[in-house]
């Protein structure tokens, strides 16, 4: 049965890896992050379009492996309509689900991630476009490496 899962889990991850949704520069964006992690080379950009305290719109573009690519697809779906504390709260259970494999609170589809907290090599590329989701919001200007924050 957990095999079961974890198949459909790989499905959705290839999916959207294949198929990034959102992929696009965003030129009216309010505020944008880089993001980058030169353990697994993923170089990726996220737009956010903030109205006020809610997230209108985001976006990405960037290159990167499969794990940092659809973590950042599935990421501009979730945050799209959510206010800035509801996408930092997001942001936290994401970090403990993909450090521990706990998963808390309402996370839908993000819950792909769960498995990643297995491989220690890959918990930088699915948290990536997270950290620069919180750059962005914080308007700071510089690139976010995953190798200045503590993940
Ligand atoms: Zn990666």
């Given amino acids: ?3 079961d899962i974890n198949d459909l889990y790989q499905q959705v991850i290839l999916d959207h890896c294949k198929q990034p949704r959102n992929f696009h520069e965003m030129p009216a964006a309010t505020c944008s992050a880089q993001g980058f992690n030169p353990l697994c080379g993923d170089n ?3 737009f956010l379009t903030l109205d006020g305290e809610i997230i209108k719109d985001a976006s990405f573009v960037g290159s990167g492996c ?3 690519k659809a973590s950042a697809s599935l990421l501009t779906e979730n945050v799209k309509g959510k206010t800035r504390a509801e996408a930092e709260k ?9 450090t521990t494999g706990k998963v808390t609170g309402d996370v839908g589809k993000l819950a792909v991630f769960a498995g990643v907290y ?3 090599a890959r918990v930088k590329c699915a948290i990536l476009s997270w950290h620069a989701l919180i750059g962005a919001l914080k ?3 510089g690139p976010v490496s995953t190798e200045n924050e503590q993940t």
Wanted: proline share 4%; hydrophobic share 40%; net charge negative.
């Fill in 90 to 98: 997001t942001f936290e259970q994401v970090r403990e689900m993909v």
């Fill in 66 to 68: 499969c794990i940092s």
């Fill in 44 to 46: 990726l950009k996220l």
């Fill in 1 to 3: 049965m957990f095999d």
């Fill in 139 to 141: 308007g700071s200007d």
């Fill in 118 to 120: 297995k491989y220690p």
